[in-house]
């Protein structure tokens, strides 16, 4: 599945927005969440997102890149967010948020920075409901895809063939294919999406070739 990240997206429209990516074929939008403090840039946080809830209903990744998302993450469950992944760079003991979210119904999931390794999320995988691999250091689109981070979505995948995994960062058709051949289920692309021609249609359907490449 590709998600596309609504970063680079025109947020004056965003209904528009919306809609054009529904009416290209896509089945769910990834939020990125910036503070400021963990990632060096700011984004929107979720009074925003209750305000986009009621335009869509697409299901809402969301991926807080935050250094403190437990005191948030009442906000993002009211705010109508569906999966919420938090940095394990951010919460090294992250099983009681974990369970909060899954509590509240919503679904879990941990994210990793390209140089943390995957012991640090092992101990907790039956906790989640997926894992985000970053494929660039989060804070911005548009940044070149990191390929050593493909050994630890083998890794994942091995020891998990059932898990969702995701990766965010860089992908275009051609790390699109390598990510889903390294065992990728969600491939989650911002710049890719969001280019200059404004046709997501064509944009999604070559990424989607790509994955398909990657499967073969
Ligand atoms: O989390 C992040 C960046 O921190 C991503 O979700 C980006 O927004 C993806 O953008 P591209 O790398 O595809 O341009
Ligand atoms: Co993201």
New binding site residues.
């Given amino acids: 599945m590709v998600t596309p990240?609504?970063?680079?997206c025109d947020f004056a429209r965003i209904a528009d927005e919306l809609e054009a990516l529904k009416q290209a074929g896509t089945i769910a939008v990834?939020l990125?969440v910036?503070d400021g403090h963990f990632?060096p840039?700011l984004s929107y946080g979720a009074p925003v997102i209750k305000d986009w809830r009621p335009r869509t209903d697409f299901p809402f990744d969301t991926?807080l890149?935050m250094s403190d998302p437990g005191r948030y993450l009442d906000d993002f469950i009211r705010a109508g967010c569906d999966v919420i992944i938090f940095h394990i760079e951010a919460v090294p003991e992250p099983v009681p948020l974990l369970r909060r979210i899954r509590a509240a119904g919503c679904h879990a999931a941990l994210?990793l920075n390209p140089p943390t390794p995957v012991s640090a999320i092992e101990p907790f995988l039956d906790e989640l409901d997926a894992v985000l691999v970053?494929?660039?250091?989060?804070?911005?689109?548009?940044?070149a895809?990191e390929p050593s981070v493909l050994e630890k979505v083998r890794t994942l995948r091995a020891a998990r063939p059932e898990l969702p995994i995701s990766i965010?960062?860089?992908?275009?058709p051609t790390t699109a294919a390598e990510a889903v051949a390294a065992g990728a289920t969600q491939l989650?692309?911002?710049?890719?999406?969001?280019r200059n021609d404004g046709n997501y249609a064509a944009a999604l359907a070559e990424l989607v070739q790509g994955a398909r490449r990657g499967i073969e």
């Fill in positions: 990240s609504l970063l680079n990834h990125d910036m990632v840039n991926h890149m994210a970053m494929s660039v250091m989060p804070g911005f689109g548009g940044q895809f965010d960062g860089g992908i275009n989650v692309a911002g710049s890719a999406v969001f």
